[in-house]
């Protein structure tokens, strides 16, 4: 009943710049953090940049001036805007949102299908 699609993934050299987009539809009552995380070959899925409702970002330390994170409320979007990227931040890159799907209901946790970010040395 809830999707999360991701966009933008692809093939960069280092240095470059990608803007991953993620748009969550479907049956929608609140969205509350929404986040990115990824996943390097034979590597564990790791967070990368969160941001709450209110607007309120972190990130993990190796992407902390390179890459960020937004949201539109209204469209029910995230980006992630990733500049001055290296050959580490290969990955596949999952979208991830706590969705709320009706008033008084719980909150799920929703991901995305990934899309492949490749860097190039």
């Known amino acids: 009943q809830v999707q999360l699609v991701e966009s933008g993934g692809g093939l960069v050299q280092y240095g470059g710049s990608l803007r991953l987009s993620c748009a969550a539809s479907?049956?929608?009552?609140?969205?509350?953090?929404m986040a990115w995380y990824r996943q390097p070959p034979g590597k564990q899925r790791e967070l990368v940049a969160h941001?709450?409702?209110?607007?309120?970002?972190n990130y993990v330390d190796s992407v902390k001036g390179r890459f960020t994170i937004s949201r539109d409320n209204a469209k029910n979007t995230v980006d992630l805007q990733m500049n001055s990227l290296k050959p580490e931040d290969t990955a596949v890159y999952y979208c991830?949102?706590?969705?709320?799907?009706?008033?008084?209901?719980?909150?799920?946790?929703?991901w995305g299908q990934g899309t492949q970010v490749t860097v190039s040395s």
């Open positions: 991830n949102a706590e969705i709320q799907t009706r008033l008084l209901g719980s909150r799920g946790d929703y």
């Open positions: 479907g049956r929608i009552f609140n969205i509350y953090d």
């Open positions: 941001i709450s409702n209110g607007g309120r970002t």
